[in-house]
Structures are given as structure tokens and as C-alpha cells.
């Protein structure tokens, strides 16, 4: 590693050293000072030093300076107290407050207000400035996302993520001096541009300008309705939940969020990874089918509902690359009310089944046409691991002191490791090739896992595995970004492999739009570097719950295999593709409401 200029700097009177090309910010942290920021984020993912909020006085430069951006110089002095700083920064967060909707005791980002936070720090009082409105623009049409003007501080930060993660800038700025607002081009609806609604702009706002559209009013008009309403959690929810209640990134908290939900009233609790067993089921079958009759390759995974928005959007002519396979909650949803609904004597139409997702693209994807089994749909309600939360912290229960529940077991109790793995961006890969492989062989792998599509990032793996004489060439992208490198290879003929894995956020449903919101501010008891690990943390935290398990290929789920004899008949058959499997069509970019 090439080694790094040490600059000497002194802070507020303190001699430290820095690296070379930190700007002022960067290095006052590393020598242990916070200066208060708002519009950079992520190490300079977002950096338009736009705010002021961050001002410093520094020698060398005329005036105060924006720490986020300036960087520092051999021998400079900076200021961060001096009253003149103190001033300038409390006078730019007041001008912020005074264009601000402050209805904080309604807002679902208290508690998480970065806004509120460098208020604090820098003791802005919110009513400094009185004065005109910029005018306010609502979004609420989008199934996933709701965008509410009133509460941007114009930071930028989402406009950054959108285009880091899928390369498609969705959002922009729009107009000019004090009428500018953020939002998809001509003051579209996230529902009529091609929003792939996977809220990893919601993840990254530091306001409530974004946020998930809350279905927590359906549940509650479902429970005062008297319908048996069912939750199920997706495996990623497990390993984040905690960290809503103080607990580090990366501890996998089942129980007590299993014991929280029983509170909550759920008649059931069941966990989603039954349905990605069945989900490997049906794919890994439809993966052979494929290979051996000559089918449609590379074949893609489905789960992602953000990836099958983007590809609808962009990729009309490759939907048939697509597995048919409905996304695991859906399948398992459909399995609620037809198979269990028969075996407990309930009409499936009283039935209200909530899903509890790292994903804000699930609220979307349950109210999908495709998504319906007899005009019924699979699934009711999408909640965000942040809604259950809120859920959780509304009803008055003590999270941290719930002792460990156990999911029901009932018909749909069973699960392996190759269905916790899910959550993490190589796992649908890794849990479809452990079944393929005993298909091909007749026996189990023995060292289990597949190590070699194994990852936290959002850029491309690949691997080529030869399976008794079959060979299989794999490829795994998160991110639209990486996806679409796969896609024109595709597109234009060149492409090598047999079966791609693509899911729609960076790092895959861990870091879903729904999780928790990562800020360092925020995280006192994490590393310095959490921003850079919290995804691999939450990642390590399903890896071992699959370890953990004593049946790790979802073809030995007993309960998955019942499901087939009393029910369903093989994988893929005429029933299994009614209640299982869905289609896709290609939409216009732009429509008209
Ligand atoms: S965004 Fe922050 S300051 Fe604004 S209403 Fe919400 S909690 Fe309050
Ligand atoms: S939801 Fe996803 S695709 Fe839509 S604007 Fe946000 S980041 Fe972009
Ligand atoms: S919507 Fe949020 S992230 Fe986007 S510019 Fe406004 S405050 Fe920043
Ligand atoms: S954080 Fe530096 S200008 Fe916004």
C-alpha cells in the first residue's frame, strides 16, 4: 500500500496530524473533534458543500470555509470554536429550520432527524428567521415512497444515491434559487417515472423528505376489523431489527423480535425463509429445466421486486431470462391462504396477512396484478423493518428485556440455512446451487457452501463450477449500476452464463431501503468505520444462523417436502405455477397517472 503524507494541522489549538487530501472534516474527526455537516455523507458520496452547516475558520483561506470540502494544508490553524464559527454555523442551521415544515411530534424520522441532531449541536433555535415558504410538493402516489418538500434541506444526498446505486438519476433538482425541490423530472410521481421504489434514497436522506409509504394504519384497521392477520418476516429483518433498540450492528435478534410481534397480536408468526426453501424449490427446478431442455439462458433470479421494476422498465425484451418464480413472502403468502386457510376452515378472504421486509419494492410488488391468486392477493401488507419498530416502540414493549419466542411451526415451521441466506447479496445463488447440485449428483455437497459467490459489495461476481459433468457458469450483481453490464452482454449476445442472481439494492436485502438508517452520528457504540463495515456485519450475522442450522439445503425442508406431497404434487406443476409463479410485462418509462 502506498504510503500516505502525514500534514500537521492544529485544531482549536491542539496539534494533530492528518493525512494528505482529507478535507478539514475528515481530519478534525480523526483527531477527535465532530464538526456538525449535513448535506456531505458516506466519505464524499454526497459533497456538494451546499449547507454551511460545517463553516470553520482556517488560515490560508479568506472568510469561513466549508470543512466538508476545504481540504487541509502543512501548518494550518483551524478554528472551530472561535465565536465567529460557533455563529455562522447555528445562523445557517436556523436559515434551514426557517424554510421547514417542524411538525416533528408527526413526522416517523424523529428520533433519526439529522436535521434536529446538528440543531442541537449547534443550538439553532427554530424560530431565528421568520419568513416566506418555499412551496411545498407531496408525493404520495408511489405504493413504496412517500416525498414531502417541505422537510428538504436541498443536501442532495438522495439525487447521489440514486445515481451511485443504479446509474438512472431518477431525482434531480428542479427550478431554480428559492423555488428548487427535489424530485423525479417535470414533478413527476415516483409512480409514473421509472422509480424502481427500492428507497435507497429514503436510506440516505437525512430529513423526512423521504420516507417509506407506512401500511401500519392497514394492519390496525385489519386488527379492529377481527380478521386473523398473520405476519412474516423476511430473514434480513432479523439481523437489523436490533439495532432500532440500541443493540450493535451484525446481532441477529429472532426471539425477542418473534416475542414482539406475538405482543403486537399477530395470530401467527411465521418466518419468510419457509417460502425461500420453496422459492429454491421451484426455481432450482425451472434453473434444470432450462439447462437440460434447451430454455431460455442466463436464467435471472426474481425476488427482487426493485430489480423486476428496472428490468420492466429498461430490459422489456430480456423478461423472459426472468424465473417465473413469485419472490418468497409472495409464495408463502399464496401458501397462507390456500393451504393453510384449508387446513385450519378459514375463508382466505378473512385473512390479512402482513409481511415484514427489509424492502421498501415489496409494498409495490404485493399490489401487483401478478401478485393475486383468484382476484385474491398474496399479501396484504408491506412493512419496512423501520415500521415494525415503530410498531414495536408505540405499544409501550421493553424490546431489549423480551425473552426469546420460537416462530409457530405449523405446516410452515420448517427452515434451512439456504433460506436465511436470502438476505445477502450471493445467497438466492448460493441456496439454489446447493439443490442443483444434489439434483445433478444424487448426494449432498460436502463442504456445503459455495464461498465463491460470496461478497457485500455492489459490483460483479462470477464463478464457473462444473456439476457431475454439467457446466454452470454463474454470475451475482446488486445494484442497477452492476446489473446492467450483465444485461447489454445479454442483450447484445455475448453473455457466458447459465444463471445470474440480481437484486436491487447494493449488497442485496440487508441493506434494503426499509432497514435501519446508518449514521454514524447516531452509533456511539460502533467503530469509526461502520459506514464502510455495517453491511458485512449484517451479512456475517445470517451466515452464521445458516452455519448454526443442522439442515442447510432447502429440498431437506421436511415441511417443504410435505407441502409438495399433500398439496402442490413436483415442483413446477400445473398447481404450483397458479399459486406460485407470476409474469412480468414491459412498462413505458413515462405514463400518465
Ligand atoms: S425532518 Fe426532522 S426537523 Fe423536520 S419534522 Fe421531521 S423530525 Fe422534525
Ligand atoms: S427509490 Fe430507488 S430508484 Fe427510486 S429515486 Fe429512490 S433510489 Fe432512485
Ligand atoms: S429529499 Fe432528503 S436527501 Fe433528498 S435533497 Fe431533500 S433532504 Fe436531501
Ligand atoms: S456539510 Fe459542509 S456544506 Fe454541508
Redesign the pocket.
Known amino acids: 500500500m502506498k504510503d500516505v503524507k502525514k500534514i500537521n494541522i492544529t485544531i482549536d489549538g491542539v496539534a494533530c496530524q492528518a493525512d494528505e487530501g482529507m478535507t478539514i472534516l475528515e481530519a478534525a474527526r480523526l483527531c477527535g473533534f465532530e464538526i456538525p455537516s449535513l448535506c456531505t455523507f458516506n466519505h464524499g458520496e454526497c459533497n456538494q458543500g451546499s449547507c454551511r452547516v460545517c463553516l470553520v475558520e482556517a488560515t490560508g483561506a479568506r472568510g469561513l470555509v466549508a470543512s466538508c470540502v476545504y481540504p487541509i494544508s502543512e501548518g494550518m490553524e483551524i478554528k472551530i470554536s472561535s465565536p465567529k464559527a460557533l455563529e455562522a454555523r447555528r445562523e445557517s442551521v436556523e436559515l434551514l429550520?426557517s424554510n421547514?415544515?417542524?411538525?416533528?411530534q408527526?413526522?416517523?424520522?424523529?428520533?433519526k432527524?439529522?436535521?434536529?441532531y446538528v440543531?442541537q449541536q449547534t443550538g439553532a433555535r427554530d424560530d431565528a428567521f421568520a419568513g416566506e415558504h418555499t412551496p411545498v410538493h407531496i408525493d404520495r402516489l408511489a405504493p413504496s415512497i412517500v416525498r414531502d418538500t417541505s422537510?428538504c434541506v436541498l443536501c442532495g444526498r438522495c439525487i447521489a444515491r440514486c445515481q451511485n446505486a443504479h446509474g438512472i438519476g431518477i431525482l434531480g433538482f428542479e427550478n431554480r434559487g428559492f423555488n428548487t425541490f427535489v424530485s423525479p423530472a417535470e414533478d413527476r410521481s415516483f409512480a409514473n417515472s421509472p422509480c424502481i421504489q427500492c428507497g435507497q434514497c429514503v436510506n440516505v436522506c437525512?430529513?423526512?423528505?423521504l420516507m417509506e409509504h407506512s401500511e401500519i394504519d392497514k394492519i390496525d384497521a385489519a386488527f379492529k376489523a377481527g380478521k386473523c392477520v398473520i405476519a412474516q418476516a423476511a430473514p434480513a429483518v432479523r439481523a437489523a431489527l436490533g439495532e432500532e433498540f440500541g443493540y450493535k450492528i451484525g446481532t441477529p435478534v429472532t426471539g425477542k423480535m418473534i416475542s414482539a410481534m406475538r405482543r403486537l397480536g399477530f395470530k401467527r408468526v411465521y418466518d419468510v425463509n419457509f417460502g425461500a426453501d420453496l422459492t429454491i424449490m421451484e426455481e432450482g427446478t425451472e434453473l434444470l429445466g432450462r439447462i437440460q431442455n434447451g430454455g431460455t439462458l442466463p436464467m435471472i433470479t426474481s425476488c427482487s421486486p426493485g430489480w423486476i421494476n428496472y428490468a420492466e422498465y429498461n430490459y422489456g425484451d430480456l423478461l423472459d431470462h426472468l424465473s417465473s418464480c413469485k419472490s418468497p413472502h409472495q409464495m408463502q403468502g399464496a401458501v397462507i391462504k390456500s393451504y393453510w386457510a384449508e387446513q385450519n376452515g378459514i375463508d382466505p378472504k378473512d385473512i390479512f396477512v402482513v409481511s415484514v421486509m427489509p424492502c421498501t419494492a415489496k409494498k409495490f410488488e404485493k399490489e401487483r396484478e401478478q401478485e393475486k391468486v383468484n382476484g385474491i392477493p398474496d399479501v396484504d401488507a408491506v412493512i419496512t423493518t423501520r415500521e415494525l419498530a415503530r410498531m414495536i416502540k408505540r405499544s409501550g414493549i421493553m424490546f431489549n428485556r423480551l425473552p426469546d419466542g420460537e416462530w409457530d411451526s405449523d405446516i410452515m415451521g420448517d427452515y434451512t440455512g439456504a433460506g436465511v441466506i436470502f438476505g445477502v447479496t450471493g445467497g438466492v445463488m448460493e441456496a439454489a446451487l446447493r439443490t442443483v447440485y444434489f439434483k445433478l449428483t444424487g448426494h449432498e455437497k460436502e463442504d456445503i457452501e459455495f464461498t465463491e459467490v460470496r461478497g457485500h459489495d455492489a459490483g460483479i461476481r462470477e464463478a464457473s463450477l462444473d456439476i457431475n459433468g454439467v457446466k454452470i457458469n454463474v454470475a451475482i450483481a446488486s445494484g442497477m449500476r452492476s446489473a446492467k453490464i450483465l444485461l447489454d452482454d445479454i442483450r447484445a449476445g455475448k453473455s457466458k452464463y447459465h444463471f445470474i442472481e440480481i437484486m436491487g439494492c447494493p449488497g442485496g436485502c440487508i441493506n434494503g431501503g426499509g432497514q435501519p438508517f446508518v449514521r454514524s452520528c447516531f452509533l456511539e457504540n460502533e467503530d469509526d468505520d461502520i459506514m464502510e463495515t455495517y453491511k458485512e456485519k449484517r451479512a456475517q450475522a445470517l451466515y452464521s444462523e445458516d452455519e448454526r442450522q443442522t439442515i442447510r439445503q432447502s429440498h431437506n425442508n421436511v415441511q417443504v417436502q410435505k407441502l409438495y406431497e399433500e398439496f402442490l404434487g413436483e415442483p413446477n406443476s400445473h398447481k404450483a405455477h397458479e399459486l406460485l409463479h407470476t409474469s412480468y410485462a414491459a412498462r413505458e418509462r413515462f405514463s400518465d397517472l
Request: hydrophobic share 25%; net charge positive.
Open positions: 429550520l421547514h415544515n417542524r411538525n416533528c408527526q413526522c416517523d424520522k424523529n428520533g432527524c439529522e436535521l434536529l440543531a422537510k437525512p430529513t423526512g423528505a
